[in-house]
């Protein structure tokens, strides 16, 4: 469906309205997929998703709280009270870090590492249901672009920018 018509836009657009409304209908769209069939099913969130894929992908000491952060897709995340709902869920646990007693190592459990392995094939399975979309040129064309998109707004916020684009799964979700 046009983007005009799903959202009844009848009057013009302002420049760059309609590739913003775009990006941000799909994330909608995407992130509704995945809570139908990745987190709504498993009782937890797509913030708690990240942290379990990012954690099984990350070395066996686990990773400081800061550094989940680092690594986290929702950067505004409070990541020290989402690890500790997580750590009362079972699905993950803390410790204190031997070289610096300031921070937090987190590691995951048993319980966290059976989730993860339960629902990576789902992930994987929606991951190609989602690749299927585009033909392989327009998934690297828009992956690109996306990427381009990305670090122009992190030049205007006086961020970083990263120029290795990753692959185009909901939510990204990356390992590690």
């Not at 420049?15 to 937890?44: C, V, Y």
């Not at 339960?118 to 994987?124: E, F, G, K, T, V």
Request: with cysteine.
């Amino acid at each position: 469906m046009n983007l005009r018509d799903e959202l009844h836009i009848g009057r013009p657009m302002e420049p760059g309205q309609e590739i913003m409304l775009a990006i941000l209908l799909t994330r909608e769209h995407l992130a509704r997929l995945s809570d139908e069939r990745l987190f709504k099913p498993a009782q937890i969130t797509d913030q708690q998703f990240n942290v379990l894929r990012i954690l099984r992908g990350g070395p066996a000491e686990g990773y400081l709280v800061r550094e989940l952060r680092n690594r986290m897709i929702s950067r505004s995340a409070d990541v020290p009270r989402l690890v500790e709902r997580m750590a009362r869920a079972g699905l993950v646990a803390r410790r204190e870090d031997p070289a610096d007693r300031r921070g937090s190592l987190v590691t995951l459990t048993t319980e966290g590492q059976a989730l993860e392995a339960r629902l990576a094939p789902l992930h994987s399975e929606l991951c190609r249901e989602v690749a299927g979309l585009l033909e392989p040129w327009e998934s690297k064309a828009m992956v690109g672009l996306l990427q381009q998109f990305r670090d122009g707004i992190a030049r205007r916020m006086g961020g970083p920018t990263q120029r290795n684009a990753q692959t185009g799964c909901p939510g990204g979700y990356p390992e590690g």
